[in-house]
C-alpha cells in the first residue's frame, strides 16, 4: 500500500474542541457482579468516547475498538479505569469516556404462589477519566404507582401506572445493583413481577390500593433512603409514571451532591 497522509492527524484550524468523539452503541460481552451468585454475564451496548482538542482533524476510531479487545480477557467492568486510561493515551486525549448500558436478571418468587421466574431491569454504568477518575452506577426500576388523589375521590379502585425509577449514584464504598433495585421497588406502590398467578394479583393490585404514590412522593422517599446510606456520596433520581387515564406521562427529578 502507497504512503497516505494520515487524514485523521491533520491540524485543524476552525478552533472548535470536541466534547467527545468516538464510537457507540457497540455490542460486547460483559461480566458484572451478582451478590446471590457472584457473577452474571450479559451483554452490553458501548460508548467510547475522548476528547479531541481544538486543532486535531480528527480522532482514530479503530484504537477504541482495539483496546476493548485487548480487555476481552479481563472484567472489562472491574478493569474501567485502566480501560479509560489506556484508551485516554492511546488516542492523546485530555479526558476519556465510557457508557456501559445492559440487562441485569434477578429471580422473583411471585408473592403468594411463589412461582419463580426471571426479571430484567435495565443497568448501567457511565464513567469517565481526565485528571481523575469518576464512576457512576446506575439502575432503571419498572415498579407499579397508584394515584393518590384518584383513590381519594373515587368510590370504587383508584387508577395505577407502570412506573419507571431512575437511580444514578456516586459512592466512596462498593454498591451492589440489587441494593439500588431494591430501594427503588421499596418506594413504590408496589413492585413488577414477571410470572404472576391469580393469587399473586390479587395481592399485588390490592397492595397498590393500600400504598397510593405521587411521582413526587416517589422521589422524595428515594432522596430519603439514598441520604441515608452511607455509600452513597450524591445521586440523581427520576421517576416517570406512564399515566393510564392520559397520553402523557408524569414526571419528578431530585439531585443531591451530583
Not at 395505577?160 to 445493583?177: D, G, P, Y
Amino acid at each position: 500500500m502507497k504512503n497516505k497522509k494520515d487524514i485523521q492527524s491533520l491540524t485543524d484550524e476552525r478552533n472548535v474542541l470536541i466534547d467527545k468523539v468516538g464510537v457507540k452503541g457497540v455490542r460486547y460481552p460483559i461480566t458484572v457482579q451478582d451478590k446471590e451468585f457472584g457473577t452474571q454475564p450479559t451483554i452490553a451496548d458501548l460508548d467510547i468516547y475522548v476528547q479531541l482538542p481544538h486543532d486535531h482533524r480528527g480522532t482514530h476510531m479503530s484504537r477504541f475498538l482495539e483496546v476493548l479487545n485487548e480487555y476481552h480477557k479481563d472484567s472489562i467492568v472491574e478493569n474501567l479505569e485502566n480501560f479509560l486510561k489506556e484508551v485516554k493515551s492511546r488516542l492523546h486525549a485530555e479526558a476519556s469516556f465510557v457508557n456501559v448500558r445492559f440487562p441485569y436478571f434477578l429471580k422473583k418468587k411471585a408473592p403468594v404462589s411463589g412461582i419463580e421466574s426471571l426479571l430484567d431491569y435495565n443497568c448501567f454504568f457511565e464513567a469517565s477519566f481526565a485528571e481523575s477518575y469518576d464512576l457512576v452506577i446506575g439502575v432503571v426500576v419498572p415498579v407499579t404507582s397508584l394515584c393518590p388523589c384518584s383513590k381519594e375521590i373515587s368510590e370504587h379502585g383508584a387508577h395505577n401506572q407502570r412506573s419507571h425509577i431512575t437511580i444514578r449514584a456516586r459512592f466512596n464504598e462498593f454498591v451492589w445493583l440489587e441494593d439500588l433495585i431494591a430501594m427503588a421497588e421499596e418506594t413504590a406502590s408496589c413492585e413488577i413481577y414477571p410470572l404472576l398467578k391469580r393469587v399473586d394479583e390479587k395481592f399485588v393490585t390490592e397492595k397498590a390500593y393500600s400504598r397510593p404514590r405521587f411521582v413526587e412522593d416517589i422521589v422524595r422517599e428515594m432522596a430519603v433512603r439514598l441520604r441515608a446510606d452511607d455509600r452513597i456520596t450524591g445521586f440523581r433520581v427520576e421517576s416517570e409514571n406512564y399515566e393510564s387515564i392520559h397520553n402523557h406521562s408524569a414526571y419528578a427529578f431530585v439531585e443531591e451532591n451530583f
